[in-house]
């Protein structure tokens, strides 16, 4: 596996345990699917934190709340910095 792909797993991992501590959320990182895409209720409607519909190939941080809200930030071409800024920017105004 890609060095900078293991990074981003493990930038995910250690997300996930701050805001599951926190606010019982949860942070993934993943690489959008047509699968994934085929299983949401209304893929056209499905947007990412900038407004963009979500795309197979692209990257993302997925978050889920404690209530099952999911939110995807595209982190598509970030360094592993940047991709966890991404997420606490969405996620401060959020939880």
């Given at each position: 596996m890609d060095k900078h792909i293991q990074n981003l797993?493990?930038?995910a991992h250690q997300i996930d345990a701050l805001i599951q501590r926190t606010?019982?959320?949860h942070c993934r990182y993943f690489v959008m699917d047509d699968e994934y895409?085929?299983?949401l209720a209304y893929p056209e409607l499905s947007?990412?934190?900038n407004g963009n519909r979500l795309m197979a190939?692209?990257?993302y941080m997925i978050i889920t709340c404690a209530n099952g809200y999911l939110y995807y930030v595209n982190i598509s071409g970030d360094s592993v910095l940047t991709a966890c800024a991404e997420v606490f920017q969405l996620i401060q105004n959020k939880f």
């Amino acid at each position: 596996m890609d060095k900078h792909i293991q990074n981003l797993h493990f930038a995910a991992h250690q997300i996930d345990a701050l805001i599951q501590r926190t606010s019982g959320a949860h942070c993934r990182y993943f690489v959008m699917d047509d699968e994934y895409l085929s299983n949401l209720a209304y893929p056209e409607l499905s947007r990412d934190n900038n407004g963009n519909r979500l795309m197979a190939g692209d990257q993302y941080m997925i978050i889920t709340c404690a209530n099952g809200y999911l939110y995807y930030v595209n982190i598509s071409g970030d360094s592993v910095l940047t991709a966890c800024a991404e997420v606490f920017q969405l996620i401060q105004n959020k939880f």
